[in-house]
T-cell receptor, first 112, second 114 residues
Framework: GESVGLHLPTLSVQEGDNSIINCAYS??????FIWYKQESGKGPQFIID?????DKRQGQRVTVLLNKTVKHLSLQIAATQPGDSAVYFC???????????FGTGTSLTVIP | EPEVTQTPSHQVTQMGQEVILRCVPI?????FYWYRQILGQKVEFLVS????????KSEIFDDQFSVERPDGSNFTLKIRSTKLEDSAMYFC????????????FGDGTRLSIL
């Protein structure tokens, strides 16, 4: 399978600060990426996605940046809140589109 | 907002026993998936299902596993003879159609094999 991995397993930020979570991928042909948030005891929840014809996409308080040159994407969370504490996964679809490959995940802890 | 629901939330089973994990996908969705997540590890794909057939399965999904859509609302994962290493969170997901898009996940069933 393809490799989707994360640079840092844990991240702690002060409430109100911005958070940046990184992800590296290995398949240069990948054209779609998703960020999921997983809170304790819950399933992955879709946050934002981006297609390879874009290098930036913004949502509510979240921004995803895609750098195809170095096969890297990041999730930026503005004004991080305690409710943002969770594990964040990047994911990309297989060539068939029938499954997603998930990264290992970064655990974000927001310090009040 | 429509949700994928899974039951039970926690299943404890003796090794060697059969277990059935149940999922109710979002009602108008046509594509269904099972993933598992061993504690502390990444989410891993097991199987995808469409039109009463398996579309794709991973090497984890061996002969001990089967899936079924017994009626118009449920989607089940059966493990025939459970092993200790089957202990994990099992997530069901669904999508409206076959286009590449975010999959909607349930909150999972925690399977503990004793």
């Amino acid at each position: 399978g393809e490799s989707v991995g994360l640079h840092l397993p844990t991240l702690s930020v002060q409430e109100g600060d911005n958070s940046i979570i990184n992800c590296a991928y290995s398949n240069s042909a990948s054209d779609y990426f998703i960020w999921y948030k997983q809170e304790s005891g819950k399933g992955p929840q879709f946050i934002i996605d981006i297609r390879s014809n874009m290098d930036k996409r913004q949502g509510q308080r979240v921004t995803v940046l895609l750098n195809k040159t170095v096969k890297h994407l990041s999730l930026q969370i503005a004004a991080t809140q305690p409710g943002d504490s969770a594990v964040y996964f990047c994911a990309e679809p297989s060539n068939t589109g029938n499954q997603f490959y998930f990264g290992t995940g970064t655990s974000l802890t927001v310090i009040p | 907002e429509p949700e994928v629901t899974q039951t039970p939330s926690h299943q404890v089973t003796q090794m060697g026993q059969e277990v059935i994990l149940r999922c109710v996908p979002i009602s108008n969705h046509l594509y269904f998936y099972w993933y598992r997540q061993i504690l502390g590890q990444k989410v891993e794909f097991l199987v995808s299902f469409y039109n009463n057939e398996i579309s794709e399965k991973s090497e984890i999904f061996d002969d001990q596993f089967s899936v079924e859509r017994p009626d118009g609302s449920n989607f089940t994962l059966k493990i025939r003879s459970t092993k200790l290493e089957d202990s994990a969170m099992y997530f069901c997901a669904s999508t409206l159609d076959g286009r590449v898009q975010p999959q909607h996940f349930g909150d999972g069933t925690r399977l503990s094999i004793l």
